[in-house]
Nanobody, 121 residues
Framework: QVQLVESGGDSVQAGGSLRLSCVAS?????MAWFRQAPGKGREGVAV???????RYADSVKGRFTISRDNAKNTLYLQMNDLKPEDTAMYYC??????????????????WGQGTQVTVSS
């Protein structure tokens, strides 16, 4: 079992920045961020493996940066130039298996409880 605890969500104006963090109880090979807006399905934002190879959703490329500190079992998401359409609950995801697709949330083994990001125009 893996426990994931997110933090860093907040309300910001469009164009602002936030940094999300996720502390895991153990080190896992794959970690990712997903988000879910009201009335919509859960969508992948970014994924990173233990060697720090990354993949991003097209909607966040150039604005968001995923990173991890393996010594601290911590995942980060630096979000810059935030837009109202980024408003969502952001979830940390983890798995001992390697995967890189952001299209299938059902493959995720472990989820955090979520942290809310609200961007106003």
């Amino acid at each position: 079992q893996v426990q994931l605890v997110e933090s860093g969500g907040d309300s910001v104006q469009a164009g602002g920045s936030l940094r999300l963090s996720c502390v895991a109880s153990v080190n896992t090979y794959t970690m990712a961020w997903f988000r879910q807006a009201p009335g919509k399905g859960r969508e992948g934002v970014a994924v990173i493996d233990r060697p720090s190879n990354t993949r991003y959703a097209d909607s966040v490329k150039g604005r968001f940066t995923i990173s991890r500190d393996n010594a601290k079992n911590t995942l980060y998401l630096q979000m810059n130039d935030l837009k109202p359409e980024d408003t969502a609950m952001y979830y940390c995801a983890a798995d001992f298996r390697p995967w890189y697709s952001l299209a299938n949330p059902s493959q995720v083994r472990y989820w955090g409880q979520g942290t809310q990001v609200t961007v106003s125009s």
